[in-house]
């Protein structure tokens, strides 16, 4: 069974910085396209970057220029590093793996337990 673990989330004051990671556990071969998602404290869900395995990126508009989504293949870890931060950032973050392959089997859709981003004066 894979379990994702993400890390690096706090309180920053705007215009601050952070990088989150998300380490994959278990008996990996490899993954798919990796991603970090938010929740915003309305409970929107919003898509904030992708990353293929060899990686190809995508982000949302408005973290353009600002976000950087990175992965260690060797490491099964993909973080996302935010710069310029804004309090419309705020959110719950997700680390999310599309499709995890362990041999014998895959596993799909594999989300983290979420770590915290407040960004705020």
């Known amino acids: 069974q894979v379990q994702l673990v993400e890390s690096g989330g706090g309180l920053v004051q705007p215009g601050g910085s952070l990088k989150l990671s998300c380490a994959a556990s278990?008996?990996?071969?490899?993954?798919?396209?990796m991603g970090w998602i938010r929740q915003t404290p309305e409970n929107q869900r919003e898509l904030v970057a992708t990353?293929?395995?060899?990686?190809?990126?995508n982000y949302v508009e408005s973290v353009k220029g600002r976000f950087a989504i990175s992965r260690d293949n060797a490491k099964n870890t993909v973080y996302l590093q935010m710069n310029s931060l804004k309090p419309e950032d705020t959110g719950i973050y997700y680390c999310?793996?599309?499709?995890?392959?362990?041999?014998?089997?895959?596993?799909?859709?594999?989300w983290g337990q979420g770590t915290q981003v407040t960004v705020s004066s």
């Open positions: 278990g008996t990996i071969l490899s993954i798919d396209v």
């Open positions: 999310k793996a599309d499709r995890v392959y362990l041999g014998g089997e895959t596993e799909y859709d594999v």
């Open positions: 990353i293929t395995t060899d990686g190809r990126t």
